[in-house]
């Protein structure tokens, strides 16, 4: 279960992926990049929501 300390950290990677995207969409006449920052900002909400509850099941399992 290590493993998952650091999955957090792939979220980051996906919302700058959406970024980029996003940034590129802006510049063509018919793209759509408000659907790529949204998922990019789905993607920073979830990193900070991962890590806020992990710290919170760590601090659990510290105490027992």
Known sequence: MNYLKYTKYVYL????????DGITKLNEPGGTPWISFSLAGVSVF?????NKYSK????HYKKQ
Not at 13 to 20: M, P, Q
Not at 56 to 59: G, L
């Open 56 to 59: 919170k099941f760590d601090d």
């Open 46 to 50: 979830m990193f900070f929501f991962r």
């Open 13 to 20: 990677l996906i919302a700058v992926a959406f970024i980029y």
